[in-house]
């Protein structure tokens, strides 16, 4: 089915061990962005792609960051993972910056001890 | 700092009885957005109301859209036990920013 794929579903790491989250959309879409949601808020934007070639931060950068490998795959890594990091993350694409919703993937859920 | 604050943070209802959900932002939006998001899973888009529209409707859900006061409000009529879920509105600009949303409880 089409739609937006993340790995894994379920993480965990210690203390400054490093790790890549991997994201996949096959409906050509432009645009990703990747979310972290915490108990009792809503989703905060760590890093997007407006299109190929770009990455902008968001709200929540620092301790990550994120590759655009191409149109399909967007990519967040944690360099030196941290309890503080310990969420789900969401990964998200739209078709582009205008009326377009977003589609979400399943996310991944992440504990740092 | 989240863009979109929905009030209130609990709603429970039983099934049949409709259920409003309230959101306000801060700055200017090109649209705004709902999503449902199922207890361990990612959010659903719901519906998009655009800045110029004031009322837009999708099957059971009715969302109106009010820029002079920003604000807007999901209608759910007829609640079912299936839509239990948190519902989050999003405004966007260059990007979504999303308030903690509305955590909707339904009994059957």
């Known amino acids: 089915n089409a739609g937006v794929t993340q790995t894994p579903k379920f993480q965990v790491l210690k203390t400054g061990q490093s790790m890549t989250l991997q994201c996949a959309q096959d409906m050509n879409h432009n645009s990703m962005y990747w979310y972290r949601q915490d108990p009792g808020m809503g989703l905060r934007l760590i890093y997007y792609?407006?299109?190929?070639?770009?990455?902008d931060k968001g709200e929540v950068p620092n301790g990550y960051n994120v590759s655009r490998l191409n149109k399909r795959e967007f990519s967040l890594r944690l360099e030196s993972a941290a309890p503080s990091q310990t969420s789900v993350y969401f990964c998200a694409s739209r078709r582009s910056r205008g009326f377009d919703g977003y589609t979400f993937g399943s996310g991944t859920r992440l504990t740092v001890v | 700092s989240q863009q979109g604050e929905e009030d209130p943070q609990a709603l429970s209802i039983q099934e049949g009885e409709n259920a409003t959900m309230n959101c306000s932002y801060k700055t200017s939006i090109n649209n705004l957005q709902w999503y449902r998001q199922n207890s361990g899973r990612g959010l659903v888009h719901l519906i998009l109301i655009r800045s110029n529209e004031r009322e837009k409707h999708s099957g059971r859900l009715r969302v109106t859209l009010d820029t002079s006061k920003k604000s807007s409000s999901l209608l759910i009529t007829a609640s079912r036990a299936a839509d239990t879920a948190s519902y989050f509105c999003a405004t966007a600009g260059n990007d979504m920013r999303f308030g903690a949303g509305t955590r909707l409880t339904v009994k059957p």
């Open positions: 792609s407006a299109s190929e070639g770009t990455t």
